[in-house]
């Protein structure tokens, strides 16, 4: 009996894991270790924690990963060209940032990173596209099968 219950305590936490691990080595593995195209940020390993680990969450669902982080880093690339990179206009970027997702009903807190990613990083508009459109898709369609076929948990709760 405590065996069991110490199987099915540890069941879900390793089937989350299982599936993060998958989903960043995939995209990992599409940019490469040397290519220049890049289809990872840090943010998506947060985006990870949610996706697999409380898929039930609304700030799990696709349209919350998918416009979350499209929306948090046009925000950080506008200030950006617009303001330049300081303390204040990475202030500014987050807190808009933060104000639009929860005003669009698009709250993926991973996201709330993207404006200082982009900036400290010096990244272009054609970051928005990849890795952060494209990589969003790709995490939300694996996670959508992946819970499907395999964790049997039902995801997405919704799309849109």
């Known amino acids: 009996m405590y065996q069991r219950l110490i199987a099915s305590r540890l069941f879900v936490p390793l089937l989350a894991g299982l599936g993060a691990m998958l989903c960043i080595t995939i995209l990992s593995s599409l940019g490469g270790v040397t290519s220049s195209s890049v289809w990872l940020m840090a943010p998506f390993g947060a985006t990870m924690v949610i996706l697999f680990g409380l898929p039930d969450s609304p700030l799990a669902q696709p349209r919350n990963i998918i416009v979350g982080h499209l929306l948090t880093t046009a925000i950080g690339l506008s200030v950006a060209t617009l ?9 500014l970027a987050v807190g808009l940032a ?7 009903k698009t709250t993926h807190p991973p996201a709330g990173a993207n404006p200082l990613v982009v900036m400290l990083a010096g990244e272009h508009w054609d970051f928005l596209i990849t890795p952060v459109a494209a990589g969003a898709l ?3 369609t694996f996670g959508a099968l992946y819970h499907r076929f395999i964790s049997g948990q039902p995801y997405p709760k919704r799309w849109l």
């Open 83 to 91: 303001a330049g990179v300081s303390p204040w206009s990475m202030g």
């Open 98 to 104: 933060v104000s639009l997702m929860l005003t669009t």
């Open 138 to 140: 790709l995490i939300v």
